[in-house]
C-alpha cells in the first residue's frame, strides 16, 4: 500500500517538473496571429466532431437510463430502497447531461 502511494506521489513529482517550466515558458498574451488561428481552427474541427459525437450519442443513452430509472421508480412500491436507487440513478444521468452539454460553455469561460 505504501509503495502505492509513493508511486502515485513520485509520478505526480515527475509530471509538475515537467509541466510546470513548460507552462512558464509560454506568454499568455501574445496575440494569435491569422496563420496560427487557421492552424488551430483546423485542428479543433475534428475535435468537435468527435465531441458531437460522443454528445448526441450520451444523450441517446441517458434518455434510456431515464426511462429505465423512471420504470424502476414506478416499480419500487413501498420499497424504499429501490425508490432511492431510481432516485439517485435519475440524479447522476442528469448530473452526467450538464456536464456533457455545459463543456464548451465552461472551457470558453476559463479560456
Do not use: H, Q
Amino acid at each position: 500500500m505504501r509503495a502505492c502511494v509513493w508511486g502515485a506521489l513520485f509520478c505526480l513529482a515527475c509530471l509538475l517538473g515537467t509541466l510546470v517550466p513548460s507552462v512558464w515558458a509560454v506568454d499568455l498574451n501574445d496575440e494569435l496571429t491569422g496563420e496560427e488561428k487557421s492552424a488551430f481552427d483546423e485542428i479543433l474541427t475534428p475535435v468537435m466532431k468527435i465531441y458531437n459525437l460522443v454528445k448526441y450519442s450520451a444523450s441517446a443513452i441517458a434518455a434510456i437510463a431515464l426511462l429505465f430509472a423512471a420504470i424502476g421508480y414506478m416499480t419500487s412500491g413501498s420499497d424504499p430502497r429501490k425508490r432511492d436507487s431510481a432516485k439517485n440513478t435519475a440524479g447522476y444521468v442528469v448530473m452526467g447531461l450538464f456536464i456533457i452539454w455545459a463543456t464548451p460553455y465552461i472551457v470558453n469561460f476559463l479560456v
